[in-house]
């Protein structure tokens, strides 16, 4: 049996993008983990106000976003040029051997435009782990290369298409797992999954899914959780090793093997 | 003697960009030709338009544009994001592996600002063949991945810098000029350099040094021909095979050895 090195692929959102400090401290941690690893970015507000000043106000179906024409080419303005291009540019300076890429560059991710049903969402696409490049993927990251995500993949015919960072930071991680002990980092903004939502300290060190039943009779998780907790256990039962919750400012203390943090939940099987 | 492989170094400016024929029929051309080879684009009106849009109005001076913040980060949008990524995910389309980069992912091009003198152009990266990381450009061509550069380079502490497309065409083609027979390919405007300047049919097929002195002498060559000979007689000086300057539309048989061709222009020592 070969051991397997660890990758890590951590996931970033606009409220770590949108805050210089944060974004800062959160290159800096980024940069320093050790071994094999991918950056997956989500957009932030800087999106909506540049669009705002464009005139593109994108229309939205029950919370979820259409991506129009114009909306797909401010996205690809943003996400793909702007906010992607000075992660790179920054991580470079870091010592970091940044790569910025979208779904379309070496044809990393190719997803399906969502099909029309009641909605028409536009030009967004459905990813699944089967439409990663693992090949490709591998050619970076053996090199030596750190792919850096924006949440952009295309159809193969020529589209870019918008896609949600959460799923591509999840089937990346789960299609490079035959090849990698991949270890799936989501930045979000409170210190860890907590046990009594009113009280930020309460983190919850480790979640399996046999704590599963307890945790929801005692009413601890709040409903936004919930659906993160499901994707984080189907990306491990589809190969991933752990996924970690947590706040960015803390990358460099989740990636330490410590069974008493104080922030950061670990979501294993 | 080892034989080297041929290379095609090609640049397209903003009037193919903003010419949607154009520019289908100009990557059609570009992904049937054979071997390996690198795009580098140009900005075009979108820039102006978008900028426009967004209100950033940039000042020039005597001609050239200061690149402050407000429009670097408007350039990284487009020619980084919009622009690069559209080609990269249409070449996709045509078969042909594109992965769109600036100077800053793999650290591939790295320049330095402009000193300031008389005039501070801002975040502009004067770049050499010697700031091209020749190992990386090759790791992507031996691989079989093309390079579609946008014209943006970094300074190697976190900033972008905005670089004139043709000096990164001329130093991408000399840099990797001790590795392959770089044919150097600038697409613009006309059928190639004329003989006389009111008869877009009288292109010269061939240029050489000694032919410098009869053509200024009958008055052959109009002033804005100049400097872009003089750039394709130095980028030859320093190892590029040839230089051909003619029509997109064209780059299909600008790329065969015909001594009768009626649109193109060669420049060799």
Redesign the interface.
């Known amino acids: 049996m070969t051991t397997l090195s660890r990758l890590y692929v951590v996931k970033i959102g606009g409220q770590v993008i949108d805050d210089p400090v944060a974004c800062a401290d959160f290159l800096h941690a980024f940069a320093a983990l050790p071994g094999p690893k991918v950056l997956v970015h989500g957009g932030g507000k800087l999106a909506t106000r540049?669009g705002e000043?464009?005139?593109v106000t994108s229309q939205y179906v029950q919370g979820r976003r259409i991506t129009d024409e114009a909306t797909l080419?401010l996205v690809?303005?943003?996400?793909?040029?702007?906010i992607?291009?000075?992660l790179?540019?920054?991580l470079?300076?870091l010592g970091c051997?940044?790569?910025?890429?979208?779904g379309?560059?070496?044809?990393l991710m190719r997803a399906v435009k969502r099909p029309v049903k009641e909605t028409d969402y536009g030009w967004v696409g459905d990813l699944t782990a089967e439409g990663i490049r693992v090949e490709a993927f591998m050619?970076l990251v053996e090199?030596g290369?750190v792919p850096v995500l924006a949440p952009?993949t295309?159809d193969?015919?020529?589209?870019?298409l918008n896609t949600n960072a959460d799923t591509i930071a999840s089937c990346v991680a789960v299609a490079l797992s035959a090849h990698y002990r991949v270890h799936l980092v989501f930045c979000f903004d409170q210190k860890g999954v907590l046990r009594h939502p009113h009280d930020p300290d309460s983190v919850i060190p480790l979640i399996r899914p046999a704590d599963m039943p307890a945790l929801m009779a005692e009413g601890a998780l709040r409903d936004g959780i919930l659906p993160k907790l499901e994707n984080a256990f189907a990306a491990c039962r589809a190969g991933v090793e752990q996924v970690l919750i947590g706040p960015a400012y803390a990358l460099s203390a989740l990636s330490t093997e410590t069974s008493t943090r104080a922030f950061g939940t670990i979501i294993r099987l």
């Open positions: 540049i000043q464009l005139g080419q690809t303005m943003v996400y793909g040029g702007l992607n291009k000075q790179v540019a920054r470079q300076a051997p940044a790569i910025g890429l979208t379309a560059d070496m044809n050619r090199a290369e952009l295309h193969g015919n020529g589209h870019l």
